[in-house]
C-alpha cells in the first residue's frame, strides 16, 4: 500500500488550496471483489471536506477526485480514453469505465467488492 500512497500524490496536487500533507487524512483499504480479485485504495480526505482516492486496477495506478454522490461516495479520475469511476457505500465498493465519447456505455470493471 505504501507504493500506492506516494504515487497518488502527484495525482492528488489538484485538492483545493494546496493542504499539507501533515492535516490529510489517510485510509488504505483492500477490497476483495467478485472472484476473489483484490482492489487496494487510498482515500485522502482533507480538512475542508474535499477528498481524492488512489486505486489499482487494470494493472496502472488511477488518481480519482471525489465528486457529488447520491448515496454514498463517488470518485472519478479524469482520462483522454476516458473515466474510471470508484462507487462505495458502507464496506461495498463497484468501479467501473466510461469511455470518451457521447455515445459510451458505462462498463463494470469490478463488482460486488467488500471491505469486511
Do not use: H
Not at 494546496?18 to 483499504?29: H, R, S
Not at 483484490?38 to 477528498?51: I, K, M, T
Not at 489499482?56 to 483522454?80: C, F, H, K
Not at 462505495?88 to 468501479?95: C, E, P, Q
Amino acid at each position: 500500500m505504501n507504493a500506492l500512497k506516494t504515487g497518488a500524490i502527484a495525482g492528488l496536487i489538484t485538492l483545493q488550496g494546496g493542504l499539507a500533507w501533515a492535516e490529510m487524512d489517510i485510509l488504505p483499504v483492500t477490497f476483495t471483489c467478485e472472484n476473489g480479485v483484490p482492489l487496494q485504495v487510498a482515500y485522502f480526505n482533507a480538512p475542508d471536506g474535499s477528498g481524492a482516492a488512489a486505486m489499482m486496477v487494470d494493472n496502472q495506478l488511477v488518481a480519482l477526485q471525489q465528486v457529488p454522490s447520491g448515496s454514498g461516495i463517488r470518485y472519478e479520475s479524469q482520462g483522454t480514453a476516458g473515466s474510471y469511476i470508484l462507487r462505495s457505500k458502507g464496506w461495498d465498493a463497484t468501479v467501473s469505465f466510461l469511455a470518451t465519447g457521447g455515445a459510451a456505455s458505462e462498463q463494470v470493471v469490478l463488482e460486488n467488492c467488500t471491505s469486511r
